[in-house]
């Protein structure tokens, strides 16, 4: 039997006025997997994750959730899935297990299923110590934890997280990290957002990049990466003289073309374990260097790299 | 994997929603405030600081103006309907409410339902402040619950007005600034304080255009007589034509919003 796919998105289109948003996006979710929506503020991605979770209408084309079409089959298809938006949403004004209560009786559960629940994820979620506090008093961290925890009161086989840690300090950042694995884990589809490289690159399975409403590239996060073209590798060479053999040596070595700016030597490395023999090299040669700097690529490398000449 | 398919259920999600509304209110008491400081400090100013220049004293003046802040405060406790939808509108709360499978229409209807609750403190505060200040109707006790009632009913048609107000409003502040307004000029340019043949010929035809007047006028007429008078039977009929134009007009902009 073949598996429905989690998410089909078809030619998903947006406009606002004159302004096109979401610019026919086509991917999609298989079942299981945790898809991530790179993209830097603006890009389109919260946009898309509203269409596709029925909270916006579309301008065009068309999203199945488990095989079901949302415009045809809106309410089952919003069944079938929990979201988590951008700005907290649960109700400030009332405390964590109210707001568990509330959203488990609006999604159907019956007084007793809800009460049973709302303690369920009190607990699973380390709330229960502050579970009838006044959400004013709740940390940021806590606040995401339970807008999670109002997600997935029916247990939802797909789960939407729009920029689950956007404004998280570290080590909160962390701990939300664990929890959406831990979901995985239990089998769990997960779809999220984030403008964080390294956030796709832990989390997610496959990513999606998004830059003006456009889906510029899709693919695991290790061909994404391929594509940027690797680690930055920066460093001056101390004495000018020796700056000929230097460029030498390492276009032998890295095997790529490096670029010279006065005394300062820029290189990308496929992979860090070229790092140490190079290294190892220029100081056989008797070539001092300072000022080295070695450079994950980031966010704006990945956009530089695949919209270079599209806009 | 396991699938809520919910049968839609209209009043359940309603009831839960108003539910949502009185909890919210109840942990933040200062949303009442305004129902209740206002008519007393109303009553108050008013009775004792006019009572004696325009009835000659305040007892006098207290038939003429309870049912005047009575109304007016219907009118101002109906405008936190739109408020309140319009904040609601604009938090991240509502996204999840609109990504479940509920009833579409219930969080709107839920706090239609939970600002009653509102309007018969308001109605309740302002009849006692009355009676504290020496007002004794002659209908009797009956009679004063059947214009409570009246008023509450009157100030819930008014919220469907507010209510689609908010829905079309850019942010709270524009509501809550433009229902203080609409509030103010109805309840000035009425009967509500004044006996309305001291007016000039102009402004007179201004507070007969006014609704309000009319409201007003039948509640001061039951309670003169202890009797359903025509005119009480107009402002009922008035309340549901309300209802009737406004309660679609406001679904469909609340539909049209999402």
Redesign the interface.
Known sequence: MKTVNAIEVNHLTKEFGNKTAVDDISFDVKQGEVFGLLGPNGAGKTTTL?MI???LKSSGGSVKIFGHDTAKEG??A????G?T???????????AR?NLM??A?????SRAASKQRTQELLTEFSLVNSADK?LKDFSGGMRRRLDLA?SLI??P?LIFLDEPTTGLDPRTRTQMWETIRKLVAQGSTIVLTTQYLDEADQLADRIAVIDHGKLVKIGTPEELKKQIGGTKLNFTIDKAAQMTIAVQLMTKQLGESINQTGQRLSAVLNNISQLAPLLDTLQRSKIAISDLTVQEPSLDDVFMNLTVGKN | ?????????LI??TA??A??NL??TF??PDRFMDVIIQPVMFMLMFGYLFGGAIAGNVQNYLPTIVPGILIQTMLSASSGSGEQIREDLD????????????AHI?PLAGQLFADILRLVIAAVVSLTTGYLMGWRPAAGLGWVVVVGLLAVFTGWAISWIFALLGLLAKNASTVSSFSLIVMLALSFLSNAFIPINTLSKTMKVIAYMNPITYVITAIRQILATGSWTHEAVLVLIFGIGIVAVFAPLTVWAYNRNN
């Open positions: 509203r979770t029925t909270l309410r089952l919003r069944s079938m899935f979201l938006g951008q700005y907290a949403s649960v109700d400030e004004d009332i405390s109210e509330i959203f009786r609006l999604n159907g559960l006044s109002v029916t247990r086989a | 994997m396991e699938v809520k398919t919910s049968r839609g259920n359940m999600n839960t929603m539910y949502r909890l919210r942990h933040n938090s991240g709360v509502f996204d999840r409410f609109k990504s479940l499978p509920m219930a």
